[in-house]
């Protein structure tokens, strides 16, 4: 067998302020919103998706992100970054002092239609305007892909219908591209094989994880992307996210654990992990829930048990 040879160092963006919070039908206060992205702040994380410019209709529970980036722009050594859907998203984003976009297309024109309301080539193609605003602004602007695995309509997504989505991407000049497990359909072999096709067909090209633990497989699934060398990833304090097809279930993999399995293999964050469990417990609190945290129930292996008194052993 080959020596397993992995990075030793990976970055986390904490994406709950967006992803997390969107999932909430209760109205979370602009105060309470800015305190939990401080309190993530002080974890050590360094990057952050802080909201998403769509709509006011469309997501009412982020109609205040101008609001949220104001109250937090003086966090400068974040990096945060906005989800923008069109045009007008990007436009209210610059304004707002937002210095990396990050846009938002399905992998599949089912997902796409019930998103976005528009297939995947006319939503990308809709991308030219925002990128040329972009640069003009000097902001970067990274490409997500929504549902890149497996589509709640659609079933297995196909490979070369990724490659051919990252290839317009890359001739619109974007460098970064996120894959998402959005619903929690992908496995590891799937993530290790898709992975490493694009891998050797975009060599230029960063790609980041951003897994859903619906099915329990995201900690497999950030195994599979490390073991291609992927750096970056996503998660959500708390693990909120939630999934809009299944009311109840995990959402995003949990920042908390996340970081806790990559510190276990010795692979370093960056993150203060007691902090992040007593962020986790305040954000479960303030919320009212979780979205399925390994370290809210069981706590980190290093926190051991007191022994039990030989009396009180069970043979087995
Ligand atoms: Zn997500």
New binding site residues.
Partial sequence: MPELVLPSKVTICE?APR?GFQAETNWIPTEEKIRIIRALADTGVQSMEITSFVHPKAIPQLKDAEEVVRGTEDLTNLKFRALVPNVKGAERAINAGITKLKLMLSATDSHSLSNANSLVEKVQNGFEPIIEMATKSNVTVGGSISVAFGCPYEGKVSLERIIDIVDRYKGMGIEEVSL?D?TGMANPIQVYHFLGKLKAEFPNTVFSM?L?NTRGMALANAFAALQQGVTLFDSSIAGL?GCPYAPGASG?IATEDLVHAFEEMGISTGMDLDRLVSTAKEVKRSIGHDGGSYMLQAGPCSALSPEPKAQEKIDI
């Fill in positions: 994406v992803d998402a959005t951003h859903h996210g995003n």
